[in-house]
């Protein structure tokens, strides 16, 4: 189950998610009640499922008041006749909302694993990526998060801030400072512009020092060093888990498991009742439609055919440490061990670290070579 909850304090000039900026406070039980009544309409089509994990994103979740979560999670546990204590329940979190208060109500909600935006233990960094809040923020969140008793606590990374020199050969302070605060995962990401964002604008008006894509092909794999040798094992393109403590929720995506995503933007894959095909469900971006409810809310509904969802499976498999069936893959195996992107083991293709910085286009080749 992933809940979207799409107010921020201000937009990051990179940010291509599904955010209301928040003027004042967000309407906490207005959205509460319009996603629970999502919830109400929808469950029907996945009752029978077992349900793993809640995942509350953003946008800032961290915002909505506590009260709401534990209403929501209490809701999501009770429809599934489960103990919140057997799932994992993630909140994303903004480093300036992990105050000791909100911890103790997240805790009490059954939220067992924070997600925490530090993106950067540097100033400079966090200047570049224009974020709201400074290098101490993210260190004491995680703190506090230790001291107020998470399992598992997560920090996020963006390598490559516009116009921060890097050099390429040593992996960015950020990646030490990540590993000495004892978070159990580290989640790296390399900055996209993307073109309807802020960045993207500048990037067009060549207004926009850019990390030229070997620099930070080469901060990536100095990150992917530092990590593992640090104890981390990279599980996924962007995921670093020390032993034990990889994600439940985002491994269930890679599986090609069904979710269910409710909230403002949101999406869902349900899988047919025959098992011969499933439909990909994605909620209206704007507030109106979806507070609205109805046909509105929903902005597209696409259904795809078996093998269809089976390309998805390999593709998504093709970024975890995983791999994918030798046998599924078919000749894209070979081109990968050929290229130096996958290697055997088992029956299985694993990417290398190379067929990791190359996922995209691991991605868009599965795609292409099953269709041929
Ligand atoms: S806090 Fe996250 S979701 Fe909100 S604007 Fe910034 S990057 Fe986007």
Not at 290 to 302: D, F, I, M, S
Request: charged content about 20%.
């Amino acid at each position: 189950m992933y809940i979207h909850f799409p107010w921020c304090r201000a937009l990051c000039p990179y940010c291509d998610f599904p955010v209301v900026v928040a003027r004042g406070e967000p309407p906490h039980h207005a959205y509460l009640e319009a996603v629970t009544g999502e919830l109400e309409a929808r469950a029907p089509e996945v009752a029978d499922r077992a349900l793993r994990s809640i995942y509350l994103g953003g946008g800032t979740p961290s915002l909505w008041a506590p009260a709401c979560i534990a209403e929501l999670v209490a809701r999501v546990a009770d429809r599934w006749r489960v103990d919140p204590a057997a799932l994992e329940i993630t909140v994303e979190a903004n480093p300036i909302d992990c105050t000791p208060e909100r911890m103790a109500a997240w805790r009490a909600a059954g939220v067992n694993r924070l997600s925490i935006g530090v993106q950067s233990w540097e100033d400079d960094d966090l200047a570049a990526l224009g974020r709201d809040h400074r290098m101490g923020d993210g260190p004491a969140a995680i703190a506090a998060a230790h001291g107020g008793g998470f399992d598992v606590v997560s920090a996020d990374l963006i390598l490559g801030a516009p116009g921060v020199a890097r050099d390429g050969t040593t992996a960015p302070p950020s990646v030490a400072a990540a590993v000495a605060s004892g978070v159990a995962h580290v989640s790296v990401y390399e900055l996209t512009i993307e073109p309807a964002t802020l960045f993207g604008k500048r990037a067009r008006a060549g207004n926009l020092p850019v990390l030229p894509e070997d620099d930070l092909a080469a901060l990536y794999e100095a990150t992917h060093h530092a990590l593992t040798a640090a104890g981390f094992e990279h599980y996924e393109v962007s995921s670093y888990a020390r032993p034990g403590r990889r994600a439940v929720h985002n491994s269930l995506y890679w599986r090609g498991v069904e979710y269910l995503g409710l909230g403002v933007g949101a999406a869902s894959f349900v899988r047919a009742a025959d098992g011969g095909g499933a439909v990909r469900q994605v909620n209206s971006r704007r507030l109106g439609d979806y507070l609205g409810g109805g046909a509105a809310r929903v902005a597209e509904r696409t259904p795809l055919t078996a093998h269809e969802v089976a390309t998805d499976e390999l593709w998504l498999a093709m970024r975890t440490a995983d791999g994918a069936p030798a046998a599924a893959l078919g000749p894209v195996g070979d081109w990968l061990v050929a290229g130096g992107l996958g290697v055997a083991r088992g029956d299985r293709i694993c990417p290398t670290l190379r067929g990791f910085l190359f996922a995209d286009q691991i991605a868009a080749r599965v795609v292409l070579m099953r269709k041929e």
